[in-house]
C-alpha cells in the first residue's frame, strides 16, 4: 500500500459570495449581485470543464426569468434563444397508435406559446460572457468537494476537490491541492441532487416537516433532421407507451434551430419494476409508429441524462441556512406537469442575490437568509408551484389515466377558482423504497437496439464526449460493499445496472455458464453525472461524489 503524504494547507481566497455551480440559477445570482452592488466580488466554481458542459435540460424555457434578468436579451444578435414555440401539441400513445387531445381543454399554464425552444448550455453559456463582463471570476474544471465551516458551525464557503491523485490514493506527478474559496455567504446551485447539498440538507436538517423530495430521470438525444421534416418551434409531449399505467413518464420532442430537433423521455424513479430500464424505454419510444419516421435520414449528435426533481411545493426543504442557501433544482423548482424549471432558478438565483446584496451592504456575513426562504413562497416561485401541487401525488397513486386527469382539473381549480378542493396532497414513500422485489414483478424484456434509431448505452455515452482521467479514486462510493451481490442481486436483480442510462454498473460472474461468483463491477469512466443512482438504489448504498474537475460529459448545444 503506498504511503501517501500529508497533503500541504489549501491556499485561500476570500469572496462576498462563492457560488457552486454555473447553471442558470448561479449565473443569474452571480449577475444579479454585480447588477446591485458592481464593487462586490463574485466567484463561481463549476465542475464541468467549461460553462455548459454538464447541463442538460429539454429545453422549453419560459423566458420571465432572462426577461427580468436582462431585459435587453431579446434585441441581442448573439442571443441563444432565437426560435419560439409555434405549436403545442400533447397526445396520449398505445403500442401501434395515439390520441392527440384538443389544447382547450388543457390548463392555461401549460400552453408553451411566448416560450422559447433551445438549448440551455447555451444559454448558461450566454449568460456566464455576461456575468464575466459585470466583474465575477467563474472557474470552470474545478469540483466544489467540501463545505467549509466556520467556528459557530456556519458555512464559510468550499474548497476544491484535489486533482492529480491516483486510484490507490496515491499522489501522482500531476498532484496540485484544491483550493478554499471563502464568502461571507454561500450559494448552493449544484442542480438536482447535488453532492454538497446533500450534506448540508442533513446536517442542518433543512428538509424537516417537508415531504420526502421525489425525481425522475430525463434522457435526451440530439439529432439533425431532413429538412423536410424539420418544423421550427413545433412542441411535442406525450404519455403512456411503452410505460404501463402505473408508471409515471412521458415524452418530449422539440424542434428548434438548424433543422436539428431533441427528443427525450422523463421516467419518475418511484417506479415498482425492478426490471424497468429507463435508457431503453427511452429507446423504445423512438420506434412508435407516429414517432419513427421524423428519425429517418436523420443524424444522431448527442445524448445525456440527468435527474429532474419532481417533489415541487410540499418538497422543498427550508432554503437556507448560517452562512448560505439553496437555489435552482439544488432547492427543487421544477413544475413537473410544465416539464420546466430554469425560469424558476433564474427568479430564485436573482432572489438570494437579492437577500445577500442587502446582507452585505448592512455588515452582515455568515447568518441566515431568513427573508429568501420567506419571500420564494409568497412570490412568483411560490405561486408557479402551488398550483400544481397536487398532479405528481395524484399521478402516483393513481396511474396515469386517472392521475393526470384528476391532476388537469385540479389545476383547472387554480386557475379558475385559485383553491385546489384536495388540500395539499402527500407524496409517500421515498422513490428508493417503492421497489417490488423480482418474486412479485413480470421482468421486461427489451428488444435489441438497431443502431438507426435506437442505440445501446455504451454507444450513447460516446456521443455524450463523457471523458474521465482512468487512474483516479472511483467517485461512485459504496458504504458497504457486500450489499449489491449479497442484498440487491438476489432481491432485485441489482438495479443499478439498468436504472444507470450510461452503462456503469455491472455484474459480472467469474464464471458466466453457471452464474457462479458475481461480482459488482462500477465503470466509473462510464458517468454522466445523472445522479440516478445516488436516488433510487434501495440501500441508498452509492454515495455520488465529484470526481476529478473536468471530468464527465461535455455536452454541446444540450
Known amino acids: 500500500m503506498p504511503i501517501t503524504p500529508e497533503p500541504p494547507a489549501r491556499e485561500a481566497m476570500d469572496f462576498d459570495a462563492v457560488i457552486v455551480g454555473a447553471g442558470p440559477a448561479g449565473l443569474a445570482a452571480a449577475i444579479r449581485l454585480k447588477q446591485l452592488s458592481p464593487d462586490a466580488s463574485v466567484v463561481v466554481v463549476e465542475k464541468g470543464s467549461e460553462v455548459g458542459a454538464h447541463i442538460l435540460s429539454g429545453a422549453v424555457i419560459d423566458p420571465v426569468g432572462l426577461d427580468r434578468l436582462t431585459p435587453e436579451w431579446r434585441e441581442d444578435p448573439e442571443r441563444p434563444l432565437k426560435t419560439q414555440v409555434a405549436e403545442d401539441r400533447f397526445y396520449i400513445l398505445g403500442p401501434a397508435g395515439g390520441l392527440r387531445l384538443p389544447n382547450f381543454i388543457m390548463p392555461p399554464l401549460m400552453n408553451n406559446h411566448g416560450c422559447f425552444v433551445g438549448s440551455l448550455g447555451n444559454l448558461c453559456r450566454y449568460l456566464a460572457a455576461r456575468a464575466e463582463a459585470l466583474g465575477v471570476e467563474i472557474y470552470p474544471g474545478f469540483a466544489a468537494s ?20 491516483a486510484r490507490d490514493g496515491s499522489h501522482k506527478a500531476s498532484y496540485t491541492r484544491g483550493m478554499e474559496l471563502r464568502g461571507k455567504y454561500t450559494l448552493f446551485a449544484e442542480g438536482a441532487r447535488g453532492s454538497l447539498s446533500k450534506q448540508l440538507i442533513a446536517r442542518f436538517g433543512l428538509d424537516k416537516d417537508r415531504e420526502p423530495q421525489k425525481y425522475g430521470i430525463g434522457l435526451k438525444e440530439l439529432w439533425r433532421l431532413d429538412p ?7 412542441v411535442q409531449h406525450s404519455f403512456g407507451w411503452p410505460l404501463d399505467n402505473s408508471t409515471g413518464g412521458g415524452s418530449f420532442l422539440y424542434h428548434i434551430e438548424d433543422c436539428q430537433a431533441v427528443v427525450g423521455f422523463v421516467v419518475h424513479l418511484n417506479y415498482t419494476n425492478p426490471t424497468l430500464s429507463p435508457f431503453d424505454e427511452f429507446q423504445r419510444f423512438k420506434t412508435h409508429p407516429m414517432v419513427a419516421p421524423l428519425f429517418e435520414g436523420a ?41 420546466k424549471g430554469s425560469h424558476n432558478a433564474i427568479l430564485s438565483g436573482m432572489l438570494a442575490a437579492e437577500h445577500v ?24 416561485i411560490g405561486r408557479d408551484l402551488k398550483k400544481v401541487r397536487n398532479v405528481k401525488p395524484l399521478w402516483s397513486k393513481l396511474g396515469l389515466y386517472a392521475g393526470v386527469a384528476l391532476g388537469g382539473l385540479d389545476m383547472w381549480c387554480h386557475h379558475l377558482f385559485n383553491v385546489s378542493p384536495l388540500g395539499t396532497l402527500k407524496h409517500g414513500k421515498r422513490d428508493c423504497d417503492t421497489l417490488r422485489p423480482l418474486s412479485q414483478v413480470k421482468p421486461i ?6 443502431g438507426r434509431i435506437s442505440f445501446d448505452k455504451l454507444s450513447s455515452v460516446f456521443v455524450s464526449n463523457t471523458n474521465h482521467e482512468e487512474d483516479q479514486p472511483v467517485h461512485l462510493r459504496l458504504k458497504d460493499p457486500a450489499i449489491p451481490v449479497a442484498i440487491n442481486l438476489p432481491e432485485y436483480g ?10 456503469v454498473y455491472e455484474i459480472v460472474y467469474d464464471d458466466e455458464a453457471e452464474k457462479k461468483d458475481p461480482r459488482f463491477v ?17 440501500a441508498q448504498n452509492i454515495d455520488w461524489t465529484p470526481p476529478e474537475g473536468g471530468g464527465g460529459p461535455n455536452y454541446p448545444n444540450m
Open 357 to 380: 446584496t442587502a446582507a452585505l451592504t448592512n455588515g452582515r456575513a455568515g447568518d441566515e437568509l431568513t427573508g429568501y426562504e420567506d419571500d420564494w413562497r409568497a412570490g412568483d
Open 445 to 450: 424484456v427489451y428488444p435489441k437496439p438497431d
Open 146 to 165: 467540501e463545505v467549509i465551516f466556520g467556528e459557530n458551525g456556519e458555512v464559510v464557503g468550499i474548497a476544491t476537490g484535489d486533482m492529480g491523485i
Open 228 to 234: 423536410a421534416k424539420h418544423k421550427p418551434g413545433l
Open 494 to 503: 441489482e438495479p443499478a445496472r439498468l436504472y444507470c442510462p450510461a452503462g
Open 522 to 538: 462500477i465503470n466509473a469512466q462510464n458517468c454522466v453525472h445523472c445522479k440516478t443512482c445516488d436516488i433510487k438504489d434501495p
Open 299 to 339: 443524424t444522431r449528435l448527442s445524448y445525456g441524462a440527468r435527474a429532474i426533481t419532481e417533489g415541487g411545493w410540499q418538497s422543498v426543504p427550508k432554503l437556507c441556512f448560517p452562512g448560505g442557501a439553496l437555489i435552482g433544482c439544488a432547492a427543487g423548482f421544477v413544475n413537473l406537469p410544465r416539464i
